[in-house]
């Protein structure tokens, strides 16, 4: 099995699907490994992450690693935590501003096949809204507020939050039941995986 991961991570790490659309070029980001118990599905790579190749190398990155405690050791250990993006490249930025949607092309090209190959997870956590219309489907409330509000009804599967970036800071000071409510229980659950 391990040898048809590293085959399949070889290949998502070779991809140059959607290359003619990315501003950067591909460098396809992604952390997995056969033991992983926790995956965490959020939107796409910036630029701080482009230039690294590291997932969550940035302020997002520090944010959720706050949110779960635990510390970066931990959060890149492969052997406990998988990062799979919705889009596996930076996507480039949009006119208004913040970047763009996760390419969407990356998820039904590699999450099947990804996913085919973590027969140990026992929680994903779906960071962000791409990652929850794309996983919850119809179960998606009309809002990310609503969904995440109602974070028990994709229990035990899912654990559903807001995108931990800088913009998230309003929402979580419109939100405080958030950080009361849903982050003790995400906390413990995690605590007990890893």
């Known amino acids: ?108 090209l590699w999450h099947d096949k990804l996913l085919g190959v973590l027969p140990n997870l026992n929680i994903t956590l779906l960071v962000g809204q791409y990652a929850q219309k794309y996983y919850l489907g119809k179960g998606k409330k009309k809002t990310l507020t609503e969904t995440v509000k109602a974070w028990k009804e994709y229990q035990p599967d899912y654990f559903v939050t807001p995108h931990p970036s800088w913009r998230s800071a309003m929402w979580l000071k419109k939100n405080t039941w958030f950080e009361d409510d849903v982050l003790p229980v995400l906390r413990n659950r995690v605590q007990e995986l890893v």
């Open 1 to 108: 099995m391990d040898n048809a991961l590293d085959k399949l991570l070889g290949d998502v790490r070779a991809c140059t699907h959607c290359a003619k659309d990315l501003p950067l070029g591909p460098r396809p980001v992604v952390q997995i490994s056969l033991r992983a118990k926790i995956l965490i599905i959020g939107q796409a790579p910036g630029t701080r992450v482009h230039e690294t190749g590291i997932p969550w190398n940035d302020p997002s990155g520090d944010r959720l690693r706050e949110w779960l405690r635990i510390e970066k050791e931990l959060f890149y250990d492969p052997e406990k935590i998988a990062i799979m993006p919705m889009g596996f490249c930076y996507p480039g930025r949009l006119d208004k501003g913040g970047d763009a949607p996760p390419r969407p092309e990356c998820a039904p």
